[in-house]
């Protein structure tokens, strides 16, 4: 006997079995219902979320023995040659091979027929934007004047390239990605049916790595049962598909924020050695810090297991908001970058260097304003003396000396005497902020997201959670502490401390197993209901 592919063997049979596109079934249910059904159909969405499958149910529904119906019987003559796909009243065409203009002349000249079984004759165009323009062109005269017992379905990943002309004559019905839960359910239950012991956390992994494609998903278990194991584990299926175990990341993480770049290049080097594709690689650390990021914000990222939260929540209070962003966008560059460089190896490990000393570069922007802050100043300097050129050298030097003396003297003197106060300093902040960001564009930015702690005997204390932005104001001490005695007129000191976020409240939520061991009660609620903790605050 012919083996039967899961994706073939559980592929939907009528609207209850598709998964998370109710948006549509409800509304062609309630078409059908109403006996208001379009003369053509539009599905988009991305590859494997049951466009096709649903074109063929919609078939099912119109043509079965007692329809049109909202619950094809799957079990008359009509229904089982639409599974089969052998209805001569049920045409499937891919756009893909058939994309001239003949083709579509073809059907044209069959729609002379009527059908010869059923109430109607629907032709399912799968990827139907590969049609020529003038395959097009010939169609719409068709969906101009169709004629009424026929119904055409379209169905195509590249929406955005059908000519306007002929969406506008189609009911278009967008299919979503289908989340990792419901494509984990669905596995859980396919090996249940076929007797298949695998790890959660390895089912979980396949409907990851199958991006929101339950097609996909029902391949990748093909293959992993192909290993013909008693159990399927967590790592047979990352040896199987390449894939860098999280576990990895947790430890490259901590390596960067420790400033170890030793054990990095030797985490990294083992993560080749193993086989592993360097550009998926990267984009298993750019997704790493997304949840990171992620998860700082206060969501729970679907993509990371429960059982992985909260190694990964322990690194959120390491980073800002804006750090996560420099960091994914270093990574994101270098994924670019990648594919040009002969080398790639030696490209990625100096980019991982880069993250590793994150809080010792120095911005160019930032450097290049200061370079023309201090120009600008000396200018101005120079500008300001005045015009002595009736005078000679020695007259100028003799009259003008004691008196400029004298007064800066007397102004340095009068600004060490005056005190500013914390109210002064706030009040006056963001016009300080806007007095510096033309010439200091980056610490500005770091300037109006820093907490002005307190101002003791004029220094003015100020604290911030980012380690770069820390480095920076920093490094820019002395001149941030000039810039602040010009403006307020005062002597004043400026002092950057550096302070990690306190613990937030937000913590993971417990796995069923941890809140069975707490109040079984609970856990048997949750178990009917299929619920979870949203959110878990510490008292």
Same mark, same amino acid.
């Given at each position: ?44 969405? =991305? ?18 023995? *007692? ?19 052998? !209805?001569? *009243? ?10 001239? %203009? ?10 002379? #027929? ?32 169709? =004629? ?24 278009? #019905? ?14 859980? #239950? ?8 695998i790890e959660d956390q390895a089912v979980f992994l396949l409907a990851k790595k199958a991006d929101g494609s339950l097609r996909d998903a029902l391949s990748l278990l093909d293959q992993i049962v192909s290993i013909d194991k008693a159990k399927i584990t967590k790592n047979d299926v990352l040896d199987t598909f390449g894939i860098v175990d999280i576990n990895i990341y947790h ?19 083992? %993560? ?31 993509? %990371? ?78 500008? !300001? ?10 007259? %100028? ?50 300037? !109006?997201?820093i907490i002005i702690a307190k101002v003791q005997k004029n220094q003015v204390i100020c604290t911030t959670k980012s380690k770069l932005a820390y480095q920076q104001l920093n490094e820019s001490r002395e001149q941030l502490s000039n810039l602040l005695t010009d403006f307020y007129e005062a002597k004043i000191e400026f002092v950057p401390e550096f302070k990690k976020t306190e ?37």
């Open positions: 006997m012919t083996y039967l592919v899961f994706a073939r063997k559980y592929r939907p049979q009528n609207f209850k079995q598709l998964i998370a596109q109710n948006h549509i079934t409800d509304t062609l249910e309630n078409a059908i219902k109403s006996d208001r059904i379009a003369q053509a159909f539009l599905f988009t969405g =991305p590859r494997g979320v049951g466009k096709t499958s649903m074109a063929r149910i919609l078939s099912k529904a119109l043509n079965c023995k *007692d329809g049109p119906t909202t619950q094809p019987c799957n079990e008359c003559e009509n229904c089982l040659e639409i599974t089969n796909s052998d !209805s001569a *009243d049920v045409i499937e065409i891919d756009g893909a091979s058939n994309t001239g %203009v003949d083709d579509v002349r073809r059907i044209q000249n069959e729609l002379l #027929y009527p059908p010869q079984k059923s109430q109607f004759k629907i032709y399912i165009i799968d990827e139907v934007h590969m049609l020529s323009k003038n395959a097009f062109n010939a169609l719409l005269k068709t969906l101009e004047e169709p =004629p009424k017992n026929v119904k055409f379905i379209f169905a195509t990943t590249e929406p955005h390239k059908l000519p306007a002309t002929i969406t506008s004559r189609c009911q278009r #019905y967008d299919f979503h990605r289908i989340p990792i839960k419901k494509i984990t359910q669905r596995i859980k #239950y396919i090996t249940d049916k076929e007797n298949i012991t430890t490259l993480v901590k390596n960067i924020i420790n400033n170890d770049n030793k054990n990095l290049l030797e985490n990294l080097h083992s %993560v080749i050695a193993e086989g592993n594709d360097i550009t998926e690689f990267i984009l298993g650390l750019i997704e790493y810090f997304r949840n990171i990021l992620i998860l700082k914000v206060g969501i729970i990222p679907e993509e %990371v297991h429960e059982d992985d939260i909260s190694e990964l929540a322990k690194y959120k209070d390491e980073f800002t908001e804006e750090d996560l962003l420099y960091v994914i966008t270093i990574l994101i560059d270098a994924k670019e970058k990648l594919k040009k460089y002969s080398q790639p190896l030696l490209f990625v490990e100096t980019t991982l260097l880069k993250l590793s000393n994150l809080d010792k570069l120095v911005d160019i922007e930032s450097l290049e304003s200061e370079i023309i802050s201090a120009d600008i100043a000396e200018k101005k300097t120079k500008n !300001s003396k005045p015009n002595l050129k009736k005078k000679s050298k020695v007259e %100028v030097k003799k009259k003008l000396e004691p008196e400029i003396e004298a007064e800066s003297e007397e102004e340095e003197e009068e600004a060490e005497k005056r005190s500013v106060d914390l109210e002064e300093i706030k009040l006056k902040w963001g016009d300080f902020i806007d007095s510096i960001i033309d010439d200091m564009p980056v610490r500005a930015n770091y300037l !109006s997201n613990e937030d409240k937000f913590i993971h939520s417990p796995t069923l197993q941890d809140i069975k061991k707490h109040s079984p009660e609970v856990a048997e609620i949750m178990k009917k209901l299929d619920g979870f903790i949203l959110r878990q605050e510490k008292k």
